[in-house]
């Protein structure tokens, strides 16, 4: 998890979504029923914008997403807080797969996590927690890791695998560290990196990636011309 910016409510939120939400909610008898689904897709584009197509907990880019109510729609009922439903505020990006996973469970906010909290460690490519992660938010924090399985989980190394071999490729540092920053950060980090201050392994891992790059590189060069 990386931190995400805040944005405004979209110009037309209230319009498109908060209000037909809310005469929704005006009948009792609604209140149990599954909420209306077609409001929500008039923000969905900005809601996407703002976690910069980014899943708001994997922090990695995701070809299409999900509307996330931080706060899920049967604790906002235990709450008598209905109206939650249609905030702006309580709305995230997230991965479809993740979504299911998440639930009820009381999990970490993308806009209360710093980006100093987690790393990703190579070659493992595990999501850890840092010691900046305030003592308050460590129980949290774990909780977040467990439910969502993102420190190592299939999902999230199925795509952090593929971010990787976008960078063997020949996908620059940069555009890896928009798409998945937290995974930019730890290359970055391992090419600045002095050869003694590396782990045999890293140092094997590193090799290997600056030796795909090049051939990458290679491979990408037009043939010459003939004379």
């Known amino acids: 998890m990386i931190r995400v910016d805040r944005h405004p409510a979209p110009k037309n939120f ?10 929704w909610l005006e009948n009792p008898n609604n209140r149990t029923k ?12 900005d809601l996407e914008r703002q976690f910069e197509s980014r899943c708001g907990y994997a922090a990695t880019w995701i070809s299409s997403g999900y509307t996330d109510h931080f706060v899920s729609w049967s604790r906002c009922k235990s709450c008598n807080e209905h109206h939650r439903a249609y905030e702006w505020e309580n709305l995230r990006w997230m991965a479809p797969e993740l979504n299911s996973l998440k639930s009820d ?3 970490l906010d993308p806009f209360e996590v710093q980006d100093s909290w987690f790393d990703i460690h190579l070659p493992s490519l595990r999501l850890r927690m840092t010691d900046a992660i305030p003592v308050e938010h460590r129980g949290t924090a774990e909780r977040t890791l467990q439910v969502l399985k993102l420190e190592s989980g299939p999902l999230v190394r199925k795509w952090r695998q593929a971010e990787l071999r976008l ?8 555009e890896i560290m928009h798409r998945t ?4 950060r730890a290359l970055e980090q391992l090419f600045a990196a002095s050869p003694e201050d590396l782990e045999p392994e890293q140092l094997r891992f590193r090799t290997d990636l600056e030796a795909r790059r090049r051939h990458a590189a290679t491979q990408h060069q037009a043939p010459p011309r003939r004379p």
């Open 14 to 23: 209230e319009r498109d979504v908060q209000e037909p939400g809310l005469r």
């Open 34 to 45: 599954p909420r209306p689904r077609d409001y929500w897709k008039h923000c969905r584009d």
């Open 105 to 107: 469970h009381e999990i």
């Open 167 to 174: 960078f063997a490729n020949g996908t620059s540092l940069s």
């Open 181 to 184: 920053p937290l995974l930019g």
